[in-house]
């Protein structure tokens, strides 16, 4: 997912672009450029393809002074990683860079008689097009831009400096994120918060209908039709500076990871009262909740495992359909929906164009949506009829750790609430399933400070080129979180397997000291998941054992055993994520990796 930053003020603005695309790197990215005005007013473009570091060691050789500049980091859509598809991309007096898609740019190309390109991108075809509109309405930004805008298609956010306007910068968006404020050194936009985060704590959304335009101490914004100022909400950052940064730990990623005790309260906390959860702060209201019917969670990824797990916990207790559907296939399908059908979306960016665009095809249908999102403010929030939203606060590692169980834990929070005004559940039974919620705190504390024997799987794991996750229900689903840890961030082929498909045809492909690391927190069926564990074993597989403390199994049935603390199956998922968080993070460190930026990825997936 491509960054955005730009500064228009009073000082040396490279410093503050570059820091800003550092801080934005987390996003993803394989190419990185800037353009800024300089000392003569004119518009100098530097680009460079690899890490953000290689762009800052060309722009250090640039001697001009500049106040005002846009950077971009890019990840690549259109058009391989190269210096000339690199942004921004530039037309005459026409110099954008842009996050997201221009799904029509092809016709752009046939309709606009576009003979000639620099680069393969569909972001030079929106600047080749924009200029020609400049240059029709003599040079006016705002009638030129809204011409764009009527003429584009697709997801974008774009910032816009014109070179015959020095110390302007305009933006637009059109569901891809953008932020932005004004301090007493210049006005800021950037892709999001951790981009304006050392600069100020008050911040405003560029509304999608809008032109913003920022100059050195104002930002404006005007209807892209009539033209007319709108107001700006201003909104309060509730991230400190040092809660976006490492705080000390070697990565975000065990930053996080060792802030889910603080994340769940923070998450759970909000949504209690008189110890049972309750929702009318967001606007609905319990009868909503009990004529709901019908159930779908919809997500991606991690996200989606939250989903899953929720969906294995409360099927039997609510006996009506809840549903976990994968993002990028449901948005094609044609749900079934009634308006009894509560449709949940969770995202920790609240940006992730799958889920986003399910969202609105099953708003469509009349479904109601509440959203579980981390993200304050972002687009999925915004567009829901409802939004839970979790506490976890910025979560800036590529894998997601504290905002899954903080998602379990609110899907936990919300749909026990839906199971007790069903009477699924007495008073008696949701104040017993939220004080167990409320003990995962300190379970997960605890799980994490015994992390010795983690630290040795990561040393059997870390010359290894393939792994299984091997559980049964909810175990299962665990199996699906971890496989997905270790092999984003570790980059180790590792599947998981619901434990009794193995005889299926999998078992074929365990051979000897094949590491198979299995999940047994389920007393009704642990016997039939140590019974497949013999069999793995027998096919000479090395085995990791991660299994409730109190659970019998014999001394000798695996390598290394990691005992998870003994709870309510419903919540073991709780320790057993921590476990498999830290096998992919002392994994991934072991193999020297970018534990926080892994190769290929990004945070958030906002275009298909
Ligand atoms: C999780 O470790 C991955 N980074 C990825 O699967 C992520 O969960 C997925 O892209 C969904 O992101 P979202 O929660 O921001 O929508």
């Known amino acids: 997912m491509c960054g955005i930053i730009g500064y228009t003020g009073s000082i040396n603005a490279k410093k503050i672009l570059l820091d800003g695309l550092s801080s934005l790197e987390y996003r993803g990215y394989d190419s990185a450029g800037v353009c800024f005005f300089n000392n003569k007013n004119n518009i100098e473009v530097i680009k460079s393809v690899g890490k953000v570091d290689n762009l800052k060691k060309l722009v250090e050789k640039n001697n001009s002074y500049t106040t005002c500049g846009m950077g971009h980091t890019r990840w690549a859509t259109h058009g391989n990683v190269t210096n000339e598809n690199a942004h921004p991309h530039s037309c005459s007096y026409v110099n954008i860079i842009h996050n997201g898609i221009i799904e029509n740019y ?12 620099k680069s393969d991108t569909d972001t030079e075809v929106a600047a080749i097009v924009l200029n020609k509109f400049y240059e029709e309405t ?22 816009i400096m014109f070179s015959d306007r020095p110390n302007e910068i305009f933006a637009i968006r059109k569901l ?6 004004t301090t007493n050194i210049g006005s800021i936009i950037a892709s999001d918060l951790t981009g304006i985060i050392p600069y100020s704590k008050n911040y405003i959304l560029p509304p999608e209908n809008s032109i913003v335009k920022l100059t050195p101490y104002d930002i404006r914004a005007y209807e892209y039709i009539t033209l007319e100022r709108m107001e700006l909400q201003i909104l309060q950052l509730n991230w400190s500076v040092d809660s976006a940064m490492k705080n000390g730990y070697p990565h975000y990623m065990l930053k996080e990871i ?3 005790p603080q994340a769940l309260t923070n998450t759970i906390i909000p949504y209690i009262k008189n110890n049972i959860p309750d929702f009318s702060d967001i ?14 969670i919809i997500a991606c990824g991690t996200a989606r495992h939250a989903g899953l797990v929720a969906c294995s916990v409360f099927t039997p207790i609510l006996k009506i359909p809840v549903n976990t559907f994968v993002a990028s296939e449901y948005r094609y399908t044609e749900p079934y929906i009634t308006e009894h059908t509560l449709v949940i979306p969770v995202s920790q960016s609240g940006e992730t164009i799958d889920t986003l665009a399910s969202l609105t095809l099953a708003k469509n249908l009349g479904a109601k949506i509440l959203s579980i999102v981390n993200v304050k403010s972002s687009t999925i929030a915004r567009s829901s009829d409802y939004c839970i939203y979790t ?28 199971a007790y005004l069903k009477n699924k559940m007495s008073l008696e039974e949701l104040k017993d399933f939220i004080n167990t919620l409320n003990a995962m705190p300190e379970v997960i504390k605890e799980t994490i400070s015994n992390d010795s024997v983690i630290k040795e799987v990561a040393k059997f794991l870390k010359f290894k080129n393939d792994c299984f996750y091997i559980g049964r229900l909810q175990d299962y689903i665990s199996s699906l979180e971890g496989a997905l840890k270790l092999k984003e961030i570790s980059y180790i082929h590792t599947d998981a397997y619901a434990a009794g498909e193995l005889k299926h045809g999998t078992i074929a492909l365990i051979t000897h000291d094949m590491p198979v690391i299995a999940i047994d927190t389920n007393e009704n069926i642990s016997s039939k998941l140590l019974s497949n564990v013999e069999e793995v074993k027998a096919r000479e597989a090395t085995i990791i054992l991660i299994i409730n403390e109190n659970f019998k199994y014999k001394k000798d049935i695996a390598k290394h ?19 498999t968080q830290l096998i992919a993070y002392y994994t991934s460190t072991e193999r020297g990796l970018d534990v926080d930026k892994p190769r290929n990825l990004a945070k958030s997936v906002t275009v298909e």
């Open 258 to 260: 060792n802030e889910q």
């Open 176 to 181: 891809n994120p953008l932020v932005a404020t």
């Open 283 to 296: 606007g609905i209201d319990d009868e909503c909740l009990k004529s709901i019917d019908n159930i779908q």
């Open 106 to 117: 092809l016709s752009l190309i046939e309709e606009y008689n576009i003979k000639e390109r």
């Open 391 to 418: 506490n976890a606060g910025p979560e800036i590692a590529v894998a997601s750790t504290k905002a899954y169980t903080v998602q379990i834990a609110a899907l936990y929070l919300l749909l026990s609430k839906i």
């Open 561 to 579: 055993i990691i005992p998870i603390k003994n709870v309510d199956y419903r919540f073991a998922v709780f320790p057993v994520s921590v476990v």
């Open 138 to 159: 003599n040079h006016d930004p705002l009638i030129s831009i809204s011409k764009l805008m009527n003429t584009i298609k697709g997801t974008y956010a774009i910032c």
